[in-house]
């Protein structure tokens, strides 16, 4: 059975960091792309950032561009999602997820639609 899990949510100010992680369980983690998306209260769930199955490769929102790092431990069957500078419009429940048909290094897709299994997600709450 597939499982993931995301921790290391919580409120934070603006301007503040937040480390994200995705632990996985019951999926041969290494050959995956692992991806990240958000969904804000009242909005649809984005795509946020997407790192390949031996982490060369990793693709971003515009809107997080440049602040965010996705991240990931093989050995650990980990994925993280480093998030700095961070913003009240930022304040989402933050899910990880994989498509398994990116193994072996495919591009990860960007629509929520394709992907596989999905954790619970974990609130992040950043104060004005």
């Known amino acids: 059975q597939v499982q993931l899990v995301e921790s290391g949510g919580g409120l934070v100010q603006a301007g503040g960091s937040l480390r994200l992680s995705c632990s996985t369980s019951?999926?041969?983690?290494?050959?995956?792309?692992m991806g990240w998306f958000r969904q804000a209260s009242g909005k649809e769930r984005e795509f946020v950032a997407a790192?390949?199955?031996?982490?060369?490769?990793?693709d971003y929102a515009d809107s997080v561009k440049g602040r965010f790092t996705i991240s990931r431990d093989n050995a650990r069957n980990t994925v993280y999602l480093q998030m700095n500078s961070l913003k009240p419009e930022d304040t989402a429940v933050y899910y990880c997820?994989?498509?398994?048909?990116?193994?072996?290094?495919?591009?990860?897709?960007?629509?929520?639609?394709?992907?596989?299994?999905w954790g619970k997600g974990t609130l992040v709450t950043v104060s004005s």
């Open positions: 019951g999926l041969t983690f290494s050959r995956y792309g």
């Open positions: 997820a994989t498509d398994l048909s990116t193994h072996w290094g495919a591009t990860f897709p960007r629509d929520q639609n394709q992907m596989d299994y």
């Open positions: 790192i390949n199955w031996r982490g060369g490769s990793k």
